[in-house]
């Protein structure tokens, strides 16, 4: 396999190239195929993100219930968290003692630690069922969690919303939940953008009737953007040059390492990359 090659599988998704934009040696890592199998390299997932990524689980099955005309459940959303948490920590134990090492000095309790993660998953679905929910009762549902992939000058791109609605006043509403802290001074994520593209090309013609929303369940509050034809062509752009860049290069040394030691010391990654062991004060190994 050549250079031009190894990432030409790679979608364009904001996810992808805000990994990209982090450190782009963890994006090369992450998004490897190898040249006997095909396969992406191994992953597990930090606990803060696959924190995230049960909630959002638990919320979407609670959504499939509200398409289908049926109550939502507070109770069954936060069991299946619980489930789902004790099941990843027991199974990562080891992982998650290795990074808990590098930061913090007391002995590693997997007891206590997932009684913590479930605390704090019950915490952020409480939160989308008194504070956010409300929001979506006079909408009509027209999609979630539904992965579409489209294409930009030619380049495959994919989103996946967390629900599509369309409001009484018939605006398209995308909105995405988010259980990182919120930030009322930040400017509209390249995820925002991303998905007004999405709804520009696959529903609404008119940019002033889209409205794209990040949820954050941790406090309940919301960002919102209105798109312009300028967020539209920055995206539009961002795609283009990320996507020539990724299936152009395929060596390691194209893509740059950024370590600092609160990135690095929870990288699914640090045992191959010999700059981020020597930020986290680890033995530097081969790749």
Known sequence: MDGSEQFSHVNWSASAAQLFQECPRRF????????????????????GAYLGTVVHESLAGQVARWARGKNIHLQTATDYAKDELERY???????????????????????????????????HIRQFFRVIWPHFGDHRYIAHE????????????????????????GDFVVTDWKTGAFDRFSNPTIQMQAYALYAHEAYEPELSRIRVRLA???????????PTTEDIRRVRDQITNDRAFWASQGDVESYETDPTIQKCNQCSYLHRCIDGQAVVGGDPESN
């Open 28 to 47: 090369f890592y992450r998004y490897q195929q190898t040249e006997s199998t095909g396969d992406y390299s191994e992953y597990t997932p930090s606990p």
């Open 89 to 123: 920590v027991e199974v990562n134990a080891e992982t998650i003692a290795d990074w808990i090492d590098h930061t913090d000095e007391e002995t590693f309790d997997s007891d206590s630690f997932t009684r913590s993660l479930v605390r704090t998953a019950r915490n």
């Open 216 to 226: 954050h369940t941790g406090s309940g509050e919301f960002d919102r953007m209105v």
């Open 146 to 169: 539904t992965r579409q992939t489209f294409d930009v000058a030619e380049e495959p791109v994919t989103v996946q919303p967390d629900l599509c609605t369309r409001s009484p006043e």
